[in-house]
């Protein structure tokens, strides 16, 4: 392989990668499930949420986590999960 079409190789890689890395997080439509109550816990990069059934359900965060305003243990939150456990967006509850 050629030094230039190397280069060029390596630089779509290098763009591409980060959007097919974020599209596979993102919520699949109108069908996200929201997991609705109480931040239980904080554990690095997991929170605990107990759900107003009494529940606890664990989801992951990571950079690309919308966080709403600031999130504290004992808050009402809604979080919107991928299958995957990842939350794409976690908001306050009124």
Request: hydrophobic share 40%.
């Given at each position: 392989?050629?030094?230039?079409?190397?280069?060029?190789?390596?630089?779509?890689?290098?763009?591409?990668?980060?959007?097919?890395?974020?599209?596979?997080?993102?919520?699949?439509?109108?069908?996200?499930?929201?997991?609705?109550?109480d931040l239980f816990k904080k554990e690095g990069e997991?929170?605990?949420?107990?759900?107003?059934?009494?529940?606890?359900?664990?989801?992951?965060?990571?950079?690309?986590?919308?966080?709403?305003?600031?999130?504290?243990?004992?808050?009402?939150?809604?979080?919107?999960?991928?299958?995957?456990?990842?939350?794409?967006?976690?908001?306050?509850?009124?």
């Amino acid at each position: 392989m050629n030094w230039p079409r190397m280069i060029l190789f390596l630089s779509l890689l290098v763009w591409t990668c980060p959007s097919a890395l974020a599209a596979e997080k993102e919520c699949p439509g109108p069908g996200c499930p929201a997991v609705k109550g109480d931040l239980f816990k904080k554990e690095g990069e997991f929170y605990v949420i107990r759900d107003f059934a009494g529940n606890k359900v664990r989801v992951r965060i990571d950079k690309s986590t919308r966080l709403e305003g600031t999130i504290n243990v004992g808050d009402r939150i809604e979080a919107l999960v991928t299958e995957e456990g990842y939350a794409v967006s976690i908001r306050p509850l009124k």
